[in-house]
């Protein structure tokens, strides 16, 4: 049977405890110290790298962070969304390195390129301006597009009300932003500024995510569902039991799906789910290369919670 394992941290404050009865996973489990790896990978034998693991990030205290994304060398980029202080973190759990945002701009998402050096951020100030802007790893950021104003009012921050609060990077230099072209819309954004509209006439998105293979899928309501670049058509793949935040698949097809229910839900690739959690506040989701799932819960302009799954072996 699946494990799923949760951290007894230190830091009450900043780490969440999972309240369901599991066995507790070793203090630094996750390591906290970065290495060079592939994409992919699981746990029992990982990329070659280790991710800073939540106790680690936590302990950090980085102000106001929303999102989380791990690149294939296992570092942690979080985007900060605190006024005047906008900018992402950099960290393989030793050492941590900032990307300046623009100027008082809000970086509410994150994605990382898997194959060129490059780093895209969901940036707003207030609700009048959304932008996709992007940096290298020893650059400042700069917009590339701007987008219609749109939000949810399904996020309890009011910084997440405003803008894209998710996007999704794959190989081939598309970076897949919802609601870039007004509510219920998901499109492809290239490096050059380009924008091709591929998904409308779907209710408001809160969320954008890429499977293993790189196939699109995004949530709207309580759907998970698959957008096919080849034939343009959506179809649902998941229903979950209350509004989606946000989802992640695992290596081997699994989807891990966060509702406003405040519950985990997860999917196999047979079709059966089940709930595997409970959590508090709101939070998003990521896979890290190494084999876990880790949710980020913000608090801003606080430093945000952080709790961690072990997927099983992959």
Known sequence: MHRFLWFALLLTACVGKAPLTLEPAPAGAGGSDGGAGGMGGSAGGGPGCVHPDAETLAMKLYPGTVDLAFDAECRAYLPTVVSGQDRVYVTDGATTDTILGMGNFNLSAVGIDPVRDIIFVAQHTDNSICHLAAASSNSAFSTIATGVPSGSDRWHSAVLQRCQTSIAVDSRGCVWVPNFDGAGTLSCIRLEGEVSTEVTGQPYIESVALDHSEEVFFAADELVKHYDRSSKEVTT???????????????????????????????????????????????????????????IASDTPSPASFVEWALPDL
Do not use: K, M, W
């Open 237 to 295: 793949i998941f229903t979950a039991g209350a509004p989606v935040l946000d989802f992640a698949f695992a290596p081997n097809g699994e989807l891990f799906v966060e509702t406003t229910a405040g519950v985990i839900e997860r999917r196999l690739p047979s079709g059966s789910s089940e709930v595997i959690d409970t959590v508090v506040g709101q939070g998003r989701l990521a896979v890290s290369p190494d084999g876990y799932l880790v949710r």
